[in-house]
């Protein structure tokens, strides 16, 4: 296949019969590419229904990666599009109750979720060196917190003076969808200070996810700057909440379904006697 040389224009997309694309070697520099589009695409039976499937996904994908995109853009990833679609796809497959090409999303196989990481050059373990306490208490409300103190925990948090976390939680409905999001608390942490927890009031009707954002800062004459290296951010999913129904409400049940009223009776009137006089003359005598 062509591929394009230096001084050559760098496209990528169609333009007439030829595709321009491009694909990374080993050092992650970008080769660009000219291939000519088919005249003609035939498909199976087969590959009709992965193709279902496969939109599916990335269409699952978009969705989530919309949602988050304010949060994304803090510690951008050029391979978090084929990463996520990757992983849905991989979820969608596990359904096992519906035919290919018809698949849905189960909450139990959303659980393959956790550990993801919006941001593949960084985790919250690399940042933190702890792993995230979940804890929920009757009221619905969910408490983060790391355990220890932040420090200078690796070489690239040797110029941060502060971190900030966050939860993010983000509803799914796959199905309509919609998402609803909801954020907890910044907590601003000092080097050598506790860890913070945040909270969170979750009203779980759809797959929630739980994700959880560290960002890294250095102080300047008393005023705090976010670190650029990319490796100073991580955005995770710490865990993936299960659907609760909300109770239905209890109903007095009868067994007569017509609805009940009550109609006064009314006795029928009786009809009264009438007496009509009669007025005749005295017979004759004899």
Not at 72 to 87: A, E, F, G, I, P
Request: proline share 6%.
């Amino acid at each position: 296949m062509p591929r394009q040389k230096s001084g050559y224009p760098h496209l990528s997309g169609r333009m007439g019969n030829d595709i321009y694309y491009y694909r990374k070697d080993r050092k992650n520099r970008k080769q660009y590419f000219i291939r000519q589009a088919p005249e003609m695409v035939t498909q199976t039976s087969a590959t009709k229904t992965a193709s279902a499937d496969f939109g599916t996904a990335s269409k699952s994908s978009r969705q989530i990666r919309s949602a988050l995109k304010e949060y994304t853009r803090l510690c951008y990833d050029n391979r978090l599009h084929s990463r996520l679609n990757k992983k849905m796809a991989e979820i969608l497959r596990a359904d096992v109750n519906h035919p290919s090409g018809q698949r849905v999303f189960m909450a139990n196989n959303l659980q393959s979720l956790q550990h993801f990481q919006f941001n593949g050059a960084a985790n919250i373990q690399q940042l933190s060196k702890s792993t995230p306490v979940i804890e929920k208490n009757d009221s619905g409300d969910i408490s983060i917190s790391l355990p220890g103190t932040f420090s200078k925990s690796s070489h690239v948090l040797r110029n941060t003076t502060h971190i900030t976390i966050k939860a993010i939680a983000l509803s799914v409905n796959f199905a309509k969808g919609t998402t609803r999001q909801l954020e907890s608390n910044t907590a601003v942490i000092k080097r050598g200070e506790k860890f913070t927890p945040v909270t969170l009031n979750v009203n779980r009707r759809d797959p929630t996810l739980i994700i959880l954002e560290i960002q890294s800062f250095y102080e300047v004459n008393g005023q705090l700057h976010a670190s650029q290296n990319k490796k100073g951010c991580a955005l995770d999913v710490i865990a993936v909440l299960a659907p609760v129904e909300p109770p239905k409400e209890q109903k007095k049940r009868y067994r007569n379904k017509a609805p009940h009223f009550w109609m006064p009776y009314v006795a029928p009137a009786r009809p009264a006697l009438i007496i009509i006089p009669v007025h005749c003359n005295s017979l004759p005598a004899g």
